[in-house]
């Protein structure tokens, strides 16, 4: 056990760990009030961490500004439907939001760099846990 939060201090410093660690005890506060397992929550996180750390591939082609107008529009389309769905929250939900700004916030802006940061590092982290 010593040897599980000696990794998991270690890799504390991760944004996506933070979230992904805030995620999995909200999760695990949900289930012990339910008296359930949340078989589709658990799902959505593992998602949500697969999407995370995807990295965007170096593109060796150089986009249009049709093509990045597009994609601009496309991004914007999301960001709409979440703000959509933050206002539409209740008060609560908002509050958890706000709270853990500091926490997901760094995730969901990180850059392809920041991104492949996370991928190594998860990668790293993989290999020692199978060593």
Known sequence: MGEEETNASSSSSLPD???????SNLLQQVES????EEVELRAKIEALGVEVTKVPS????????????????KLSAKLAHVDEMISSAD?????????????WMPVIT???D????????????????TI
């Open 110 to 112: 990180a850059n392809s």
């Open 33 to 36: 009030m339910t008296n359930e």
């Open 17 to 23: 760990t933070e979230l992904f660690g805030l995620l």
């Open 91 to 103: 008060v609560e939900v908002k509050s958890l939001l706000s709270d853990t700004a500091d926490v």
């Open 58 to 73: 170096k593109s060796t082609q150089n986009l249009d500004e049709l093509e990045i107008a597009a994609e601009l529009d």
């Open 114 to 129: 920041e991104r492949r940061n996370f991928t190594s590092t998860v990668d790293e982290e993989s290999s020692n846990k």
